[in-house]
């Protein structure tokens, strides 16, 4: 390299020195102009020439081979920070993979964070969907439940209209055997009979007694609810009744007897009995047709009417009382005795109980109990929740009992629970979609 800086120089000194002599020539030619021959100027001044084309060429050579140099040394430099890189590359590599792996964990912090805001997004979307279908619940419960009530209220209003009518019925039918029952116990004409003044003249007493039956079983044919009229006399008179023509021996005593044990008072022969073991046996009266009787002592008190109400009669209120599958209405007596209108399979049996259905339930006792005549509330019969109501006879004494299931009562808002929580589904199903799509379209803008 000093080598070339000293060539350089000295080419450098060989051009100065060049021009200096052919300036010194120059000024010589001035000054010996007039002198000097023409023919040794002309020869001066092309060696002067020459010389300048000479150094022309040196300065252009000398620029060519300054730019080839620089290029070789750019070269060499380039070549030597190759080298070196090649010699450092595994710990460039090193802070490389550090730096990829710091740019990896950052863009794994913005996908999470871009993941944490979808998410955040989604569910705002879907928690305002869901407010909705929340408040649409809540309507429905309210709905659902004031519907109930009201519908068991109504329900319950109208059963009891509906059994309070049964025992009106029944109280007209009552009406009807008592002004029977005292049609013939205050008739003057029966009470020679009932004294037994006829004893001694057979024909009259047959003929009262005839004539007297005739009349009765007259009424009977256009009135359904009277049954068998009975004329209780003493022993020695025959009694006057419609189940049988032939002549029946008196049982006044052991009947009045047997009467007044049910009284309570133990004076006065009770006004409504639901049966006549004695009558039904001094006539050998194999069935019981008859609901409930009316009697009262005759005019003289030697005698007494007995009215039967005809159980089809009775029957027939009930038929017209249907509350739906699993329903049981009945017709209770002060005695126990229970004519059931039983649609536990969905069809309407009435008959006799045999074996007590309403009289020996707690709720019942209760509803004996009660000064009330009509009431109703929710019992549990045989594990099952019913609504019970009842009404009570004034006049007989005679109780009619409605068990009703109260999936039956609520049966129509059941069906406003089903169709509220059908439409709660369809909502969140709908809402699902449609927030889905939407947080779709919001995730895609993100990207």
């Known amino acids: 390299m000093n080598k070339h ?3 350089v120089q000295m080419k450098k000194l060989s051009f100065k020195k060049t021009t200096a002599v052919a300036e010194s020539m120059e000024k010589h030619a001035e000054q010996n102009l007039g002198s000097e021959s023409g023919w040794l100027m002309d020869e001066q001044m092309s060696a002067v020439e020459e010389l300048d084309d000479t150094g022309k060429e040196k300065k252009e050579q000398l620029k060519k081979d300054k730019i ?9 430099i380039k070549k030597e920070k190759t080298e070196n890189g090649n010699q450092s590359g595994k710990k460039w590599d090193f802070k490389r993979f550090a730096a990829d792996m710091e740019q990896k964990k950052q863009d794994g912090k913005i996908l999470k964070g871009h993941s944490k805001m979808k998410i955040k997004i989604s569910g705002k979307i879907f928690v305002c969907f869901l407010v909705p279908i929340g408040f649409m619940i809540l309507v429905g419960v309210i709905s659902f439940t004031k519907a109930k009530q009201g519908l068991n209220e109504k329900f319950a209003d109208s059963t009891r209209q509906t059994i309070g009518m049964a025992v009106e019925y029944l ?15 205050f008739d003057k004409n029966l009470d020679p009979y009932f004294l037994g003044m006829y004893k001694k003249d057979p024909i009259v007493q047959s003929q009262t007694c005839t004539n007297t039956r005739t009349g009765i079983m007259a009424a009977q044919s256009y009135n359904s609810v009277i049954g068998d009229v009975h004329m209780i006399t003493n022993s020695g008179i025959p009694m006057i009744t419609t189940y049988t023509e032939k002549k029946i021996d008196g049982i006044f005593a052991s ?13 006065n022969i009770p006004t409504w009995i639901f049966e006549h073991p004695s009558i039904d046996a001094a006539l050998d009266k194999p069935e019981k047709n008859y609901f409930m009787s009316y009697q009262i002592p005759t005019l003289n008190r030697f005698g007494i009417v007995v009215v039967d109400v005809r159980s089809d009669a009775v029957e027939s209120i009930l038929s017209g009382m249907n509350f739906g599958k699993g ?14 209108n039983d649609c536990s399979s969905g069809e309407m049996n009435i008959y006799l109980a045999q074996e007590p259905v309403f009289s020996t339930q707690d709720f019942f006792t209760k509803t004996i109990e009660s000064e009330e005549l009509n009431d109703s509330y929710n019992v549990k019969y045989n594990g099952v929740n019913y609504l019970y109501l009842y009404n009570k006879s004034e006049a007989t004494g005679v109780i009619l009992c409605t068990l009703i299931p109260l999936s039956t009562v609520t049966g129509q808002a059941e069906s406003i629970k089903s169709i509220t929580v059908t439409l709660v589904i369809l909502a969140t199903i709908i809402a699902f979609v449609i927030g889905t799509m939407i947080s779709l379209g919001i995730q895609r803008n993100m990207k």
Do not use: H
């Open 5 to 7: 800086i000293w060539g």
């Open 327 to 340: 329903s049981l209405v009945g017709f209770v007596t002060p005695d126990g005795k229970e004519l059931i």
């Open 68 to 76: 080839k140099k620089e290029k070789v040394k750019k070269e060499k």
């Open 255 to 267: 009947y009045k007897e047997e009467m007044l044990a049910l009284s309570e008072d133990g004076r």
């Open 171 to 185: 109280d007209v039918y009552s009406d009807v055997a008592k002004s029977e029952g005292m049609r013939y116990a």
